[in-house]
């Protein structure tokens, strides 16, 4: 007899922002929380050895899409594979190096403050955005079962 | 030539693993399932009438669409793993191209496309795709969970 898979709909991903959103105490703590319960389900989908380094190397194929998308810099490479927690290091070193570089157009829009502890705000929320919308998207076509 | 006593694969299988709007996982546990009747098929001489060339351009021109390099990965594996062109191969060796695309670690999303076009295209060419399938798709419906039962 064969295995059943029932793959959770579209819906569960809306549910577990507004569930992620309305729990934290702020954006940064809003965004931690969605993204670990993302990449707890990441993990899930990697336990099968068979697919664990393809899956893997799907997610860095959305996360380099989608990271240059928010960003316009190209900050995740595109022939070396890497493993779910490496991507987490390389766009997090990454998204903070790009926010120091464009910090003159990030003030001048008014999106951050031109002292130390704002840029490094900053920098983690649009990490954190990058990686939970990478992760969603990734999820949302890989498929999560319920 | 009888083919009734190979394994057939349900139309609705083939119909589930070309739906690009399903999850990938649900695509490839499909896939893997219809191995055991490709496999079968192919150690006959149903094999015999398989035209590899033509089979092996169908599935790049499916996957350059998908992804422009699609086509380039299909061949390096296929030079890599068995040491010749695609187009080369046997038909016996046909489904462990995407096999050995997965292992390789290629992106999952093109494995799967590869394995859908590929496994679909052979199941039609083996004649393994029970057509009295559909009747039931008309008069009752049929289920996912069905069609990963079958």
């Known amino acids: ?146 | 030539m009888n083919r009734g006593r190979f394994g057939r694969i349900s139309p609705y299988k083939i119909m589930l693993l070309m739906d690009s709007e399903q999850p990938l996982r649900l695509r490839y546990s499909i896939a893997m399932s219809m191995l055991p009747p490709l496999s079968a098929a192919l150690s006959t001489e149903a094999a015999e009438d398989i035209d590899v060339g033509r089979l092996i351009h169908i599935v790049e021109q499916y996957i350059s669409v998908y992804d422009l390099d699609g086509p380039k990965i299909l061949e390096e594996t296929c030079r890599k793993h068995f040491n010749k062109s695609c187009s080369e191969l046997s038909p016996r060796e046909l489904p462990n191209i995407p096999l050995k695309m997965l292992s390789d670690g290629v992106s999952f999303d093109i494995v799967v496309e590869t394995m859908a076009m590929l496994y679909s295209t052979l199941a039609y060419m083996l004649n393994i795709v029970a057509p009295e399938e559909y009747g039931k798709l008309l008069t009752r419906g049929v289920s996912i969970e069905d069609i990963q039962q079958s």
């Open chain 1, 1 to 146: 007899m064969s295995t059943v898979y029932r793959f959770v709909n579209r819906r569960f991903f809306e549910e577990l922002r507004e569930e992620s959103f309305s729990s934290g105490r702020d954006t940064e703590h809003r965004l931690q929380i969605w993204v670990s319960k993302l990449y707890s389900l990441v993990l899930d989908a990697l336990k099968d050895p068979r697919t664990k380094s393809s899956i893997e190397r799907f997610i860095q194929k959305t996360c380099r899409e989608i990271s240059m998308a928010t960003l316009e810099a190209d900050i995740v490479p595109e022939k070396f594979p890497l493993s779910v927690d490496e991507l987490i290091e390389v766009i997090t070193k990454a998204v903070h190096k790009v926010v120091k570089e464009k910090v003159e157009e990030y003030v001048n829009k008014g999106l951050v403050e031109p002292t130390a502890d704002s840029i490094a705000k900053f920098a983690k929320i649009k990490a954190l955005e990058i990686l939970g919308t990478c992760f969603e998207s990734s999820l949302i076509k890989l498929g999560v079962v319920a």
